[in-house]
């Protein structure tokens, strides 16, 4: 099944230009957002699960952030976004690979996932993420979805979608604790509206003052 994943994804980076593909954000907003509210140190270790060629990375480089660090599971995604920020790539960690595989001996202040959790549709892959993100996450979690009047598919592939509250449930039974939601009405680069559930967590174990 991973092979089958990964073969589609990379058949999609391979054939397609980012204004060809629904999840381009010239400016993500949404995740922007919530990213400030954590009001973290330049030099915070931050993760983009499932990046891919997005401009998130170029954002945050220019807002100075020294420790970023990009997952997909496509090496043509990883690539494509390598050849876009040309030598500033060299400032980001990229990594290959499923995100229920990541390990790493890195604890992150912030792991940020826009629509790559939505696309574990089971209760094992499920757990597996979460397990995941409870080992590698020391700080802030952003998770972002389809909503519940979302896509029911993306690219293809069937998605979860959630609410507030089932999303909510989720993380809060592992180790973190709510911090905000909001919805976003995401227009894709061919005029379609997707609705997007945001949501923001923190470790349980982090102080109240979310000092690093």
């Given at each position: 099944m991973k092979k089958h994943i990964k073969k589609h994804?990379?058949?999609i980076y391979q054939t397609k230009s980012a204004h060809e593909v629904s999840w381009t954000q010239e400016t993500p907003i949404g995740s922007l957002a919530l990213i400030h509210i954590c009001n973290l140190p330049k030099?915070?270790?931050?993760?983009?699960?499932?990046?891919?060629?997005?401009?998130?990375?170029d954002h945050l480089l220019n807002e100075g952030f020294t420790q970023i660090s990009v997952l997909d599971i496509s090496d043509a995604a990883i690539e494509k976004a390598k050849r876009r920020l040309g030598a500033r790539s060299r400032l980001v960690t990229w990594y290959v690979g499923d995100v229920l595989d990541f390990q790493s001996e890195e604890n992150y202040d912030l792991w940020h996932d826009r629509a790559t959790f939505h696309f574990q549709t089971n209760p094992d892959s499920i757990n597996q993420y979460i397990k995941m993100v409870d080992k590698v996450v020391k700080g802030y979690l952003i998770i972002a979805t389809f909503s519940d009047i979302g896509?029911?598919?993306c690219s293809g592939l069937e998605i979860q979608q959630y609410n507030e509250s089932d999303l909510k449930s989720i993380f809060e039974e592992a180790e973190f604790m709510n911090i905000t939601c909001h919805r976003e009405d995401h227009v894709t680069p061919f005029g379609t509206k997707q609705n997007f559930l945001f949501?923001?967590?923190?470790?349980?174990s982090l102080s109240i003052s979310g000092d690093f």
């Open positions: 994804w990379e058949h030099n915070a270790r931050i993760m983009d699960a499932g990046g891919g060629d997005g401009l998130l990375v896509p029911t598919k949501c923001q967590f923190k470790k349980k």
